[in-house]
């Protein structure tokens, strides 16, 4: 059977699977896989992994099983961290105990099991209980996310937020740089500017103020006031009954279909992206470290706003979405995965080398048609934020921003993340990436953060940016020089 032979499934065989074997498959060896060698890793950055740091891999945390019975599928094997490069609340070095989990942040208990997406009717039951739905505000208080709900080595969040890091940083390797952009990131002396307060007491110009100022993404929480207009109990209990709509329509159409790739996304999102745009990454360690400190970054972020809003659950309303694993045991909202694979990609986009390759292709639709150019473009915030929001997904034609839409909506598919959640970390991935990167790379700078803006110029070095030729098209990599005609030059970035 497909999903439950732990022993004949081709992905998930044993020890010895491909992308689940537990201690030497190519993406989760905890100590000399390709993907997440603790110290001597060929894809990584000097001295640390590309896909985690080392000795506590953030994609593939080795010191606890991923199942107690032994790791039967792919996404049942390693261990995620934080994603900021180790295991932070994974219990050992953290004081935390030795927690089983089988995902990140997700108990064992709740580890993947096989469910029968069957949805004929004429059998005088339901297949899935999908009417059967809670409204949070019907109860006095609402339904929230306590204390005791977190993940026992995540309830540091719950506290009120220090810009030490101090607990988050205690298993983390602090010699990388993304680690060092996250210390510098979260100690910014205008740190208001990012985090997230009490809803409703934010700065107009604050990065929180760019969902509580959008219905479409902060409509299902009741007494919210976008645009002035507080949103009633009966109005949030409509949204949410919608959302929960779109949930079970895309579990019925889209969810056996994507499986494999949720499970493999659910806990590595970054080979994804080395996929996409072809990477060696042992060519391009700075390029793989501008991805870490997107994660990193990102995910103190999607930490901070969940513990302020503190958004249940998906399937804690609606039980008939059956998640075939988890959901992890932090708030929904936002979405950790939607706000790492926006912030991937947009620091990716701010290279220009990287721009031209897989940037915005199409332009705003207040440009016309003849001003198309032949190669893509850096992004900007008002591609997120504004008018062209509204369009989002039609106007922003990027390979690497389709990637983080894809990893987003994934996640809706999987039953775990509202697609609300998914519109915020979009919002928040933009103002993160605005406020985080300098001028020179397209964003404000109004954090300064002097590892990022390196790991940015490293970056841009491997990326060099072509010449465009007479027709204003870029060749491909190395394409050599057509008879009669001269390729397009590179020139450094």
Known sequence: MVWNAQNLFPLTS???APYGAHNHAAYSAPNHAAYSAPNHAAYSAPNHAAYSAPNHAAYSAPNHAAYPAGAALPWAAPLPGTGAGGASGSGFLGGYGPVARS????????????????????????????????????FDPPLQ????????????????????????????????????????????????????????SQRDESLQALIERDATVIGWRAGAAPGGAAISVAAAGVFIDQELTVLVDLMRDDRLRYLPELGMQSAHIVPYFVHLMGIDPAARPWTM????????????TKMQFKSVYRRVRPSQLC???????????????????????????????SVPG??????????????????????????????????????????????????????????????????????ASRLLAAGLWQRCVPPAFGGS???????????????SAEWPAWTAAGDNAPPPPDAPAAAGKTAGRRKAA
Request: charged share 15%; hydrophobic share 45%; with cysteine.
């Open 145 to 200: 996310w306590q204390t005791g709900d977190w993940d026992p080595g995540l309830r540091f969040w719950s506290l009120p937020f220090d810009d030490q890091l101090t607990e988050w940083l205690q298993d983390l390797n602090l010699a990388t740089p993304a680690v060092m952009a996250a210390r510098e990131f979260a100690g910014c002396d205008n740190n208001p500017h990012w985090l997230a307060v009490a809803p409703g």
């Open 319 to 349: 039980a008939g979405l059956t998640p075939p694993w988890g959901p992890p045991m932090h708030p929904a909202f936002p979405s950790g995965h939607a706000m790492v694979a926006h912030l991937t990609a947009l620091l990716l986009l």
């Open 289 to 300: 470290e501008l991805m870490n400190c997107a994660t990193a970054i990102a995910n103190l």
């Open 14 to 16: 044993g020890n010895h």
């Open 445 to 459: 700078g109004l954090l300064r953060m002097p590892t990022l803006e390196k790991v940015l110029q490293l970056a």
């Open 103 to 138: 995902e990140y942040a997700t108990p064992a208990a709740l580890a993947p099991v096989p469910w029968t997406l069957d949805f004929a009717v004429g059998n005088g039951w339901p297949p899935v209980p999908v009417d059967q739905r809670l409204n949070p505000y019907a």
């Open 354 to 423: 990287i721009a031209q390759r897989f940037g915005l292709f199409a332009p705003p639709v207040t440009e016309p048609q003849a001003s198309r150019p032949a190669h893509g473009r850096s992004p900007r915030f008002d591609d997120f934020v504004g008018p062209l929001a509204a369009r989002y997904g039609m106007d922003q034609k990027s390979p690497l921003l389709w990637l983080a839409w894809r990893v987003a909506k994934g996640r809706e598919r999987l039953g775990v993340h509202y697609p609300s959640d998914s519109a």
